[in-house]
């Protein structure tokens, strides 16, 4: 499941950049926590939605093909996360783009 789960937040970055934008994607340790931070340098969440986009059903039109998802997918990575004592946020970029950190605890 959080194979699944960064897949789909890979998958929205691709989505929501435009092609040849570079994403950037690492992975550290910080004390006994996995840090796993996803940067892309898209369009950005416009600021109303920046609060729902974990909502089950929430989407938002992709820039190039201007269609939705199902907007299940960030809210399936929230729960996966959450079932597996982390915890995700996603957060406008002051450059442009979307970061999203997930943080996992490695005693868990």
Do not use: W
């Not at 939705?68 to 406008?92: M, Q």
């Amino acid at each position: 499941m959080l194979e699944d789960a960064i897949c789909n937040i890979l998958n929205n970055a691709i989505d929501f950049s435009k092609i040849g934008q570079e994403i950037l994607i690492s992975c550290e340790k910080n004390g006994d926590k996995a840090i796993i931070i996803c940067k892309d340098s898209g369009v950005g969440i416009p600021n109303y939605a920046v609060e729902k986009v974990f909502q089950k059903f929430f989407s938002l039109a992709r820039p190039d093909s201007k269609k939705k998802g199902t907007g299940l997918g960030l809210a399936f990575v929230k729960e996966v996360i959450e079932v597996h004592k982390g915890s995700i946020s996603i957060n406008n970029c002051p450059a442009g783009g979307v970061e999203v950190i997930i943080q996992l605890d490695l005693l868990s």
